[in-house]
């Protein structure tokens, strides 16, 4: 019973926040559109009994998934998501592993306060930190101003609306999501390990790619897809960093629900995104279930 009442508390989380609305999307997308408030008329009745049951899989059709193939602009903007999401993921990675590295090296009293350091942009609001960012990179921004303060630059720069826009902003938005695995890893990870490399001969930068990079290779993975998971379906940063010449799939959901009211296709959009995404979510749990299998 104490092994039951364990387990049932997450199965009934994920159920009553996963699985069931994700069970009210799907029955969405099969829907039709509908000048009515919701804008869809379902095509599963329940209060017909099997009856309705019976009649939603007499008349069931795919019309909403087999109008993305027709568009051009679904599968581009899936295709600009996964781009955009991993370029971001290897940037994040880029920045994220050095500052891990250096945690893992420092002194036992200054790693609490590098911790809260890298986790202190969680106290203040996602959407916050996002619109300081726009106040950065605008051409009358404090870059730009820095810059030609500098002589570095004769006219101001155009990045924000422009992708590289919405890589400064996942990147820096996911940054901790990245580190603290890594760091985590590298934490763990025996000394003794490197000072027998150079021992035998190693330099410092060959037994940091012969023993601390492999060691650490499961953080690097749990980190990857902490970021890249989420990027993928990130709304609020392509809106407000890479306005309208960025296309990512996020955007295209929150029009189809809110600007053109249809909710169907946008349903629809929302169940192949979830599909997308749950082949990184298989591997990122296979990942982290081979790791607890190991340290057994």
Excluded at 148 to 162: D, S, V, Y
Excluded at 213 to 232: D, E, H, K, Q, T
Aim: glycine share 6%; aromatic share 14%; with cysteine.
């Amino acid at each position: 019973m104490r092994r039951f009442a364990l387990i049932v508390l997450p199965y009934a989380w994920l159920l009553a926040l996963f699985l069931v609305p994700f069970i009210i999307v799907l029955k969405i997308s099969l829907s039709d559109i509908a000048l009515s408030i919701p804008p869809y008329t379902p095509t599963l009745d329940l209060a017909a009994g099997w009856q309705g049951v019976k009649d939603f899989f007499a008349a069931l059709d795919f019309e909403n998934f087999v109008f993305l193939t027709s568009d051009d602009l679904y599968w581009k903007a899936y295709l600009s998501s996964l781009r955009i999401a991993a370029i971001s993921t290897f940037l994040t990675l880029l920045v994220g592993y050095p500052i891990a590295y250096g945690m893992a090296n420092a002194p036992a009293h200054w790693r609490p306060t590098l911790m809260m350091l890298v986790i202190l942009p969680f106290w203040t609001s996602f959407l916050i930190r996002v619109y300081s960012w726009m106040g950065i990179l605008s051409t009358e921004g404090y870059l730009n101003q820095i810059l030609g303060g500098l002589g570095l630059i004769a006219e101001p720069l155009q990045i924000l609306n422009t992708n590289v826009a919405v890589y400064i902003g996942i990147v820096y938005t996911y940054l901790p999501f990245m580190i603290l695995p890594i760091y985590a890893t590298l934490e763990r990870m025996d000394a003794s390990l490197l000072e027998a490399a150079e021992d035998l001969g190693c330099s410092r930068i060959k037994a940091f790619w012969l023993i601390t990079f492999p060691l650490s290779r499961s953080g690097v993975i749990a980190g990857c897809f902490l970021v890249f998971i989420p990027a993928v379906g990130e709304f609020v940063i392509p809106a407000l960093l890479g306005g309208s010449r960025t296309l990512m799939i996020g955007k295209v959901l929150w029009e189809e629900f809110f600007n053109n009211r249809d909710w169907p296709v946008a349903s629809a959009v929302a169940v192949i995104l979830l599909l997308l995404l749950i082949i990184p979510i298989i591997l990122f749990q296979r990942n982290e279930q081979k790791n607890r299998e190991a340290e057994g």
